[in-house]
């Protein structure tokens, strides 16, 4: 499975971006994609994850961005988008996209990523 992402850039604080992230390759066995981020000197962490399965649309938060952040999938385009709104100083990092087997915060439970796209939130 080969992923890349887009749409990252250069924000005020409490604009929007949206981030896509394009599969290809054998997407057939991948039952999770999903966006972590990581800024620099920090570890790489959660952001939200989606079952990419056509029957189900079970999505799970970070809860820094519940209620700001939407993940969304395009099954027939294999495309999964993250909709940032109300964007913070702290939002700023390099924002991967991933697919998995599970649905689990863990990013070492992911076994395919893109190469990142960097957000970055002026104050």
């Known amino acids: 499975v080969q992923l890349v992402e887009s749409g990252g850039g250069l924000v005020q604080a409490g604009g929007s971006l949206r981030l896509s992230c394009a599969a290809s390759?054998?997407?057939?066995?991948?039952?999770?994609m999903g966006w972590f981020r990581q800024a620099p000197g920090k570890e790489r962490e959660f952001v939200a994850a989606i079952m990419w399965s056509w029957s189900s649309g079970r999505t799970l938060y970070e809860d820094s961005v519940k209620g700001r952040f939407t993940i969304s999938k395009h099954n027939a385009q294999n495309t999964v988008y993250l909709q940032m709104n109300s964007l913070k100083p702290e939002d700023t990092a390099v924002y991967y996209c991933a697919a998995g087997p599970t649905m689990v915060v863990a990013s070492t439970s992911y076994d395919y990523w893109g190469q990142g796209t960097q957000v970055t939130v002026s104050s």
């Open positions: 390759g054998r997407t057939s066995r991948t039952y999770v």
